[in-house]
């Protein structure tokens, strides 16, 4: 039996699709289907890595943690990364595809819909649901003949859309009217409506639920309040928090182009205070300075110059602050960067920070891998602690000196990553942060005490979505009966 399906798409970017699909994978998983996310686009610095070594959006991975499934590239067969304010990478079935700027991606676009269709049919074929999750506007009336990741993609799945708007950013039955009826044909596939991040009283919205309904003719499925302190990946993992948590604080660079900065999620719960710094005056009292990852080493190096942060950085070493970089941090401290084939634009070769002895050589494979780390020395508390982690870069290191990790190969085989000198101290490894014994132990060195618990996430998004949600309504609406109107191949708990 072909999967059912269910659409979720939204009245603009950051209006709350990502979380609301995450949280229905794990409401369905919950409820003994298989389910699976699917995002046939997606635009992000924030990246994962499959246990095959594919590189997908962070965002669905975490929707397939949330379902209990191990992430695949077929849950977003395409990627882009951008470079700069006219180009990304474009990331095709978990592999680099090229370096595009809009106009030449609009008009390869063609080729890429077969990958979207298998990509999905794939999934359709192993499970019992899969929900979609739209990508920006669906009413982007200039891009519409060309769309990868909205309504022709519901109408490839022939999936039900639901609608979310996000009604703290203000003009939310506006944004809802408007997108409907820029949808000519397709409007008939909206099904209804989700209001996110409610904070207000539900007295005063009724008259706005009623008006909706009256005007479009369609239910609103739910009204679900805004969730403090959540920790889970934004929407398209573009967007950068701002100063969370108490305690020491960590200052992490803010790059023009930083990726992956969802990893530092957790720090607050740990006990520290994090902030993402632009200036250099933003890391004079800093208990830990974190350079993280970079989408474009070399522009990030010289924004970092031409604001005196390189100076701040070893001044701060030198009185013995802890430094910490990962992947395009960690070359940035190093003696020189070489870009021989212009991998970041004209190639050539700069100076890094030259607070550890390494040299980074840019060429033309990517590494992506899922790892398990040995901690080093530096961190005493864990030494030979495995962790889990992952990499994702195109530098290689030649580097000599104590490694900060020994990275787990086949057959029990280790190999040396990254650097450590006194308090400075470089990896290529994402995701340490994630391990909660990891972020505990920076958080007891920098001071903190560190006794917060990692609380369950997605059970917690998962609850209070279930309860502002109509999912009876749901399980209609892609036709299931029920939480036990499953396909008979797949009983509940298979």
Same mark, same amino acid.
């Given at each position: 039996?072909?999967?059912?399906?269910?659409?979720?798409?939204?009245?603009?970017?950051?209006?709350?699709?990502?979380?609301?699909?995450?949280?229905?994978?794990?409401?369905?998983?919950?409820?003994?289907?298989?389910?699976?996310?699917?995002?046939?686009?997606?635009?992000?610095?924030?990246?994962?890595?499959?246990?095959?070594?594919?590189?997908?959006? =962070?965002?669905?991975?975490?929707?397939?943690?949330?379902?209990?499934?191990?992430?695949?590239?077929?849950?977003?067969?395409?990627?882009?990364?951008?470079?700069?304010?006219?180009?990304?990478?474009?990331?095709?079935?978990?592999?680099?595809?090229?370096?595009?700027?809009?106009?030449?991606?609009?008009? =390869?676009?063609?080729?890429?819909?077969?990958?979207?269709?298998?990509?999905?049919?794939?999934?359709?074929?192993?499970?019992?649901?899969?929900?979609?999750?739209?990508?920006?506007?669906?009413?982007? *009336?200039?891009?519409?003949?060309?769309?990868?990741?909205?309504?022709?993609?519901?109408?490839?799945?022939?999936?039900?859309?639901?609608?979310?708007?996000?009604?703290?950013?203000?003009?939310?039955?506006?944004?809802?009217?408007?997108?409907?009826?820029?949808?000519?044909?397709?409007?008939?596939?909206?099904?209804?409506?989700?209001?996110?991040?409610?904070? &207000?009283?539900?007295?005063?919205?009724?008259?706005?639920?009623?008006?909706?309904?009256?005007?479009?003719?369609?239910?609103?499925?739910?009204?679900?309040?805004?969730?403090?302190?959540?920790?889970?990946?934004?929407?398209?993992?573009?967007?950068?928090?701002?100063?969370?948590?108490?305690?020491?604080?960590?200052?992490? *660079?803010?790059?023009?182009?930083?990726?992956?900065?969802?990893?530092?999620?957790?720090?607050?719960?740990? &006990?520290?205070?994090?902030?993402?710094?632009?200036?250099?005056?933003?890391?004079?009292?800093?208990?830990?300075?974190?350079?993280?990852?970079?989408?474009?080493?070399?522009?990030?190096?010289?924004?970092?110059?031409?604001?005196?942060?390189? =100076?701040?950085?070893?001044?701060?070493?030198?009185?013995?602050?802890?430094?910490?970089?990962?992947?395009?941090?960690?070359?940035?401290?190093?003696?020189?960067?070489?870009?021989?084939?212009?991998?970041?634009?004209?190639?050539?070769?700069?100076?890094?920070?030259?607070?550890?002895?390494?040299?980074?050589?840019?060429?033309?494979?990517?590494?992506?891998?899922?790892?398990?780390?040995?901690?080093?020395?530096?961190?005493?508390?864990?030494?030979?602690?495995?962790?889990?982690?992952?990499?994702?870069?195109?530098?290689?290191?030649?580097?000599?000196?104590?490694?900060?990790?020994? *990275?787990?190969?086949?057959?029990?085989?280790?190999?040396?990553?990254?650097?450590?000198?006194?308090?400075? *101290?470089?990896?290529?490894?994402?995701?340490?942060?994630?391990?909660?014994?990891?972020?505990?132990?920076?958080?007891?060195?920098?001071?903190?005490?560190?006794?917060?618990?990692?609380?369950?996430?997605?059970?917690?998004?998962?609850?209070?979505?279930?309860?502002?949600?109509?999912?009876?309504?749901?399980?209609?609406?892609?036709?299931?009966?029920?939480?036990?109107?499953?396909?008979?191949?797949?009983?509940?708990?298979?």
């Amino acid at each position: 039996m072909t999967a059912r399906t269910l659409m979720i798409q939204g009245t603009a970017s950051s209006v709350g699709k990502s979380l609301l699909v995450t949280a229905l994978c794990r409401i369905f998983k919950e409820d003994g289907l298989r389910v699976a996310p699917f995002k046939s686009q997606n635009m992000a610095l924030n990246s994962a890595v499959t246990p095959d070594g594919g590189e997908i959006g =962070r965002a669905q991975a975490a929707q397939a943690m949330a379902a209990g499934i191990p992430p695949e590239v077929a849950m977003n067969p395409i990627l882009l990364k951008p470079e700069g304010d006219r180009r990304s990478q474009v990331v095709v079935s978990g592999r680099p595809w090229g370096v595009m700027d809009a106009v030449a991606y609009h008009d =390869r676009k063609g080729e890429l819909l077969d990958i979207v269709s298998q990509s999905l049919g794939s999934l359709r074929e192993r499970f019992d649901l899969v929900v979609i999750e739209g990508a920006g506007s669906p009413a982007e *009336v200039n891009l519409m003949d060309r769309d990868l990741v909205n309504m022709r993609v519901a109408q490839m799945a022939d999936a039900p859309v639901i609608l979310a708007g996000d009604i703290d950013r203000g003009g939310v039955f506006a944004a809802f009217v408007g997108t409907l009826d820029l949808l000519g044909a397709h409007r008939d596939r909206v099904a209804g409506f989700v209001i996110n991040k409610f904070r &207000g009283s539900r007295e005063l919205l009724e008259p706005g639920l009623d008006f909706l309904r009256e005007r479009t003719g369609r239910p609103v499925f739910g009204v679900v309040p805004y969730l403090p302190d959540l920790r889970l990946e934004a929407e398209d993992s573009l967007e950068v928090p701002g100063p969370e948590g108490s305690g020491p604080a960590v200052a992490i *660079v803010r790059f023009p182009f930083i990726s992956n900065f969802d990893e530092f999620r957790y720090l607050p719960a740990a &006990g520290l205070a994090v902030r993402y710094a632009e200036q250099a005056s933003q890391l004079a009292d800093a208990r830990m300075v974190i350079l993280p990852g970079s989408k474009a080493v070399r522009h990030d190096l010289d924004w970092m110059r031409s604001r005196g942060i390189d =100076r701040e950085i070893r001044r701060l070493a030198a009185a013995g602050i802890p430094i910490l970089g990962i992947c395009g941090g960690y070359e940035m401290l190093g003696e020189r960067i070489s870009d021989p084939l212009g991998s970041e634009g004209e190639p050539g070769t700069m100076r890094g920070l030259g607070l550890l002895p390494l040299g980074t050589i840019f060429g033309e494979d990517k590494t992506t891998r899922q790892v398990s780390a040995e901690v080093g020395a530096w961190l005493p508390e864990l030494k030979g602690r495995e962790l889990a982690a992952y990499e994702i870069h195109m530098g290689q290191a030649e580097a000599t000196g104590p490694a900060a990790f020994m *990275v787990r190969e086949g057959a029990g085989v280790l190999r040396n990553d990254g650097l450590h000198a006194a308090n400075v *101290v470089g990896t290529f490894l994402h995701g340490l942060f994630e391990n909660p014994e990891f972020c505990r132990a920076i958080a007891r060195r920098l001071g903190a005490s560190a006794t917060s618990d990692l609380e369950p996430a997605y059970d917690r998004l998962a609850r209070h979505v279930r309860d502002h949600l109509d999912i009876l309504a749901l399980y209609r609406l892609v036709g299931l009966s029920g939480p036990r109107s499953l396909d008979s191949r797949h009983p509940p708990g298979s």
